[in-house]
Every structure is written in C-alpha cells, then in structure tokens.
C-alpha cells in the first residue's frame, strides 16, 4: 500500500508499505481522510514534538476516520462497509494509569503518528475493534476527522471547569483552538476573547462563537482592560507559545484558571512566576483526550452545520507537501486541512 513519508523536516516521500492480515480482534481500514494537526506541523516543520524527535522516516497522521475493509477473527460489530473515526491511541489497559481511568498516560502507550508507530497517512491501517467508533450515514469522512481534535478540546474542558456566566479567553485560533472556542460556548461562557495574529482565523473564531477577537499584540493588556481589570476567569493556552501562556497567566483573574492546551517546542519554557503566585492560579496541563471521542462525534453529530466549516480545504495524498506548507503558513484561508488518502 501507499504511504507519505516525512523523510526531513518538510520534505515528503511516496512509498510502499506492507499490508498485513487484520489479526485477531482487529479490523482492517481503508483510511479515507486524515486531518493535519498542530503535533504533526511540530514534526513537519521543527523535526520534534518537545522532547521527542522524530526518526525519519516516518508517517504522521492522527486524525483520521475509513472505511471498514475486513475483520480479523473473533471481531462482533462490525462488517465491511462500516463507517468510522478512529482511535489513534493504543492502550494496554493493565497499567496503574488504565487502571485508574487515566488511559491518556498509560505507562505503555503507543499512538500511531509518533516515532515507530506509524500513522494515518497511509492506505489502510489495522485496529483493534475498540478503536473504531460508528459514524452516521450523513456524516462526511472530512467532517468525522474533526473527532479527534474536538476530544482533545472536550478533555480540556475538564481542566477549564467553565460555569454558565464565566468568561474565557482562548489564545491560538487553530483548529484545536477554535473547537475549544465552540466547547466554552456550548459550556455556557458568557463572554469569549479569542486572540490569534492571523486575520482569517480571527473571523473563523467569531463563526465559532468567539464575542471579541483581539491581534495576539498587547492581548492581555486588551483582555484586562475590556474586564476593568479583573481579566477572565479561565485562559485557555492552544498556541504554546512563550509569549501565549505568559499572556494567559496575565489575562487571568486572581485564584482563576489557565489550561495550557498547546503542545510547546521548548523542553523548558520560562513562565511569568510572580502574577502566577500572587494570583494563586491553577494551572493544568492537557494530555490529549481521555476516551472522549464518542461525545465528541455526538456534538459533531448535534452541530453539523455549525462546525463543518472549519474544514476549509482538502488534499489528496499525492500532494500532501502542498498541504502541510498551506497549514503550515496560514495561507489561503485554511481552517483545517485534511490529507485524504
């Protein structure tokens, strides 16, 4: 089968791939669509995630959702044909974490798109059966992609805590950071600021429910101002960058809330200390999603028209280097990109 390589940093390959048997309790997938994620433009353009790098080559890709191929022995509820999102993760259930219900840090995960562990940007791909989940006839495979993300901003949510009349500012308006601007609306948010440099995706976080969007320049400063201020009280990081949660740490009210949703690329990222402590802020990290897919393609689902066009452009895999470099470089309008193998 066909795969796309990253083989350096932004340089793609295609290449041929085995395709093996679906073993028991798996099912085999034809990939139909993949979305490009903010984790994937770290390896693509950087060559790391944090502290992990990659190791060319390599196929990313973790946003996906295919089409049932067949299924290996002893497989129930599921047939050739079938439609869904697919699970990235690989859990091994028996962990403290698992055990626990902490299954987004097992101790032995293995999630396809990281080093060794191939991705979604391939032909087919074999799953357990667990980590398939139905999609609705009327959903479009580029829509169902928009699962996986959308998990990882419900998961945040947790984090964020947002009670009816609460105000956030959510700083970052990319896909992950719109979908968290759409979760704190239908969480009840009265008020919303998203912040992003980008003038395009400054508009798409008013479709997504964002009241005021402001240039990244000065935001907090412009967040307290529009508080008297107080500032909000929960500051959702999705764009990690230095200056970002440092901006959250400012625009946040004393004893409020910040979620660094964000993946950085510094290992150590020096953090504004002083406001932290003398606001006593709780600070929280987000590690993906923890087995919130299946609500998450339930507001999919309930918000069709709403969140569909978020999904601005698709690209066969045959170009998926023009793909990454429009994501990349915020060109041409691009909400979200998906990759359709």
């Given at each position: ?137 009327e959903m479009s495979m580029e829509l169902a992609t928009l699962a ?144 919130e897919t299946r609500e998450a393609l339930e507001m999919l689902t ?40």
């Amino acid at each position: 089968m066909k795969a796309a390589e990253l083989v350096s940093t932004r340089q793609f390959r295609l290449a041929e791939m085995p395709s093996e048997d679906p073993a028991p309790g798996e099912v085999q997938v034809r990939v139909d669509a993949v979305g490009i994620c903010g984790s994937d433009m770290h390896y693509y353009a950087e060559g790391a995630v944090g502290d992990t790098p990659c190791v060319f080559p390599m196929v990313m890709g973790h946003e996906p959702s295919g089409t049932v191929v067949r299924c290996g022995a002893g497989v129930t509820g599921w047939s050739p044909g079938d439609r869904a999102a697919l699970e990235p993760a690989l859990f091994c259930y028996h962990c403290e974490f698992c055990r626990t219900g902490h299954y987004n840090v097992c101790a032995n995960i293995r999630f396809l798109s990281t080093p060794g562990y191939p991705g979604f940007f391939r032909e087919f791909v074999n799953l357990p059966s667990a980590n398939l989940l139905a999609i609705p006839k009327e959903m479009s495979m580029e829509l169902a992609t928009l699962a996986e993300p959308l998990a990882v901003a419900l998961h945040s949510m947790k984090f964020a805590a947002i009670d009816p009349d609460d105000t956030v500012a959510v700083f970052g308006a990319g896909p992950i950071g719109l979908l968290t601007i759409a979760c704190a609306k239908i969480a009840g948010a009265k008020r919303i600021w998203a912040v992003d440099p980008v003038a395009h995706r400054r508009d798409l976080a008013v479709q997504m429910g964002a009241d005021v969007t402001l240039d990244a320049v000065d935001a907090a400063l412009g967040i307290r101002t529009d508080t008297g201020g107080r500032g909000v009280d929960c500051a959702i990081d999705c764009a990690a960058k230095q200056h970002t949660t440092n901006d959250a740490i400012g625009a946040v009210r004393n004893a409020g809330r910040v979620v660094i949703t964000g993946i950085h690329s510094q290992t150590h990222v020096p953090f504004a200390m002083s406001p932290m402590r003398r606001k006593e802020l709780a600070v929280f990290n987000v590690r993906r999603s923890n087995h919130e897919t299946r609500e998450a393609l339930e507001m999919l689902t309930e918000h069709a028209r709403w969140l569909a066009p978020l999904v601005t452009h698709t690209r066969p895999m045959e170009r998926i280097a023009e793909a990454f470099a429009i994501a990349h470089d915020y060109t041409d309008g691009v909400g979200k990109m998906v990759v359709k193998p």
